[in-house]
């Protein structure tokens, strides 16, 4: 299975962006999927993650209320709607996937980047002031 991320760009603060993450060689039904997100300096944080029927999402504190992933498995892709954007969501952006639904019910296991078997390529997010 590859992954495939893109939709990033600049923005301006309380912009918006639709991130896509594009699947191939596989399918991604039956995995958990997230994205995570990487500012220049800083570790691989966890950004959101959806379950396989696209019914359940988990949010990092800092995505609550702004952000809201979604997916179309018949399709393949996992959305990522950026809203009400801020200069500290600058970063490159990683769609993943392959971790075990019960894992997703664990703060620790979803939030986690060994929890995912495949990654992608990031995309590039930069939120200007």
């Known amino acids: 299975v590859q992954l495939q991320a893109s939709g990033g760009g600049l923005v301006q603060a309380g912009g918006s962006l639709r991130l896509s993450c594009a699947v191939s060689g596989g399918t991604s039904s039956g995995f958990v999927m997230a994205w995570f997100r990487q500012a220049l300096g800083k570790e691989r944080e966890f950004v959101g993650a959806?379950?396989?029927?696209?019914?359940?999402?988990f949010y990092a504190d800092s995505a609550k209320g702004r952000f809201t992933i979604s997916r179309d498995n018949a399709k393949n892709p996992m959305y990522l709607q950026m809203n009400n954007l801020k200069p500290e969501d600058t970063a490159v952006y990683y769609c993943?996937?392959?971790?075990?639904?019960?894992?997703?019910?664990?703060?620790?296991?979803?939030?986690?980047?060994?929890?995912?078997?495949?990654w992608g390529q990031g995309t590039q997010v930069t939120v200007s002031s």
């Open positions: 993943a996937a392959g971790a075990s639904q019960s894992t997703l019910l664990s703060l620790r296991g979803r939030s986690s980047p060994t929890s995912y078997y495949y």
């Open positions: 959806i379950s396989w029927s696209g019914r359940t999402t």
